[in-house]
């Protein structure tokens, strides 16, 4: 499946091992990952989709809201990730 706005990632390499993200937006083989508690919407990680790995599911409601208005809360980001576990 491949990673677009709104997927559940894990990312699989660095400090944050392990973490389930998900993708804001995408830039070339970079995507921005939020968690709403240590990565906030306002300030998402940049890290290279090699070191992602994808869990087959994709909030869909983050999605549409990222389509609609381009932004995000991290309590819908934790919410949604709640939902996810």
Known sequence: MEIVEGSIVRSIAGRDKGDLFIVMSREGDYAYLVNGELRKADHPKKKKLKHLQG?????????????STGKITNSEVRKALAEFN
């Open 55 to 67: 869990t087959n599911s994709v909030s869909e409601f983050i999605r549409n809201k990222l389509e």
